[in-house]
């Protein structure tokens, strides 16, 4: 069984995996150029210290992911740290380490000492956020409604397009990303 750092030295670069990108590569890069990273200093320092590496679980098709891996490349440029990408469905022994209520949500952050321990996780989504997309989906036809799939299609795009241009979507990443490393990071 490989470990995390094996997944993590075979990952490609962040920049290079978003570069790549076919299928939300504009949204992605609206959020990577328009975000702009609060000024906090004594996390970057705490980061820029540590250099903690990050290995992300993702697949481009994500919502979630094309909005959290942009605010992520962000922290990790500022801070001078290493983050790279293997995607979900080549990587199914993994990502089945670190299930969310059972299933393979994704992004999913693993963050790893030098030594290639984790240290920490953090994924899928904020928890502002998630509160928000619970609310939205209860709002949904019951599962046995006719008209159910063409609703939930049509509340995922909408969210998508949201992650892509809410920029307090972004802001609640940011809190919760940079919270999940301080915690990890200080233990």
């Not at 993702?58 to 979630?64: A, F, H, S, V």
């Not at 089945?96 to 000492?113: F, Q």
Request: proline share 4%; aromatic share 10%.
């Amino acid at each position: 069984m490989k470990t995390e750092q094996q997944y993590f030295h075979e990952g490609l670069p962040i920049k290079s995996y978003m570069d790549q990108m076919k299928v939300h590569k504009d949204e992605s890069f609206n959020v990577y150029q328009n975000f702009k990273l609060p000024y906090d200093e004594n996390f970057i320092s705490l980061l820029s210290e540590r250099r903690p590496h990050i290995l992300v679980i993702t697949e481009e098709w994500c919502g979630d992911a094309m909005m959290n891996n942009a605010v992520l490349r962000q922290i990790a440029e500022r801070a001078d740290i290493e983050v790279r990408v293997v995607l979900r469905d080549q990587n199914i022994e993994l990502i089945d380490r670190y299930l969310t209520n059972g299933g393979r949500s994704i992004p999913i952050y693993i963050l790893l000492d030098h030594q290639g321990n984790v240290i920490g996780k953090w994924g899928p989504r904020a928890p502002r956020l998630q509160e928000y997309v619970v609310k939205r989906m209860s709002e949904l036809p019951n599962k046995d409604d006719p008209a159910f799939a063409e609703k939930q299609q049509a509340l995922f795009s909408s969210i998508t397009r949201e992650n892509a241009t809410n920029e307090q979507f972004w802001g609640w990443v940011y809190e919760d990303i940079s919270r999940a490393l301080i915690l990890a990071l200080s233990q």
